[in-house]
């Protein structure tokens, strides 16, 4: 069974920074494209950011600059270091194969306010 588990979603303000986790278990992280996905309230769930089984990565325009996507093979966890965040990035966040493959976990919920 595979498990995506997403962690370290929070409260932060403007300007602010926090990394988010995906701890996957039943899949090795670097045989797969992972990638970062959001849904925002009321809107579709978006890619934002994709690290490529060769290590390439790919940003959502919205987050180029400021997301910085990664992989620990040895801990099979990807991650998301998300800085100078904008109210416009709240959402819950999602990890997942890109192409998604597998079933989506639970998120974690990154609100940006002051």
């Known amino acids: 069974q595979v498990l995506l588990v997403e962690s370290g979603g929070g409260l932060v303000q403007p300007g602010g920074s926090l990394r988010l986790s995906c701890a996957a278990s039943?899949?090795?992280?670097?045989?797969?494209?992972m990638a970062w996905y959001r849904q925002a309230p009321g809107k579709q769930r978006e890619l934002v950011a994709v690290?490529?089984?060769?290590?390439?990565?790919n940003y959502a325009d919205s987050v180029k600059g400021r997301f910085t996507i990664s992989r620990d093979n040895a801990k099979n966890t990807a991650y998301l270091q998300m800085n100078s965040l904008k109210p416009e990035d709240t959402a819950v966040y999602y990890c997942?194969?890109?192409?998604?493959?597998?079933?989506w976990g639970q998120g974690t919920q990154v609100t940006v306010s002051s």
């Open positions: 039943g899949i090795i992280c670097r045989f797969y494209n």
């Open positions: 690290i490529h089984s060769d290590g390439i990565t």
């Open positions: 997942n194969t890109q192409p998604t493959v597998f079933s």
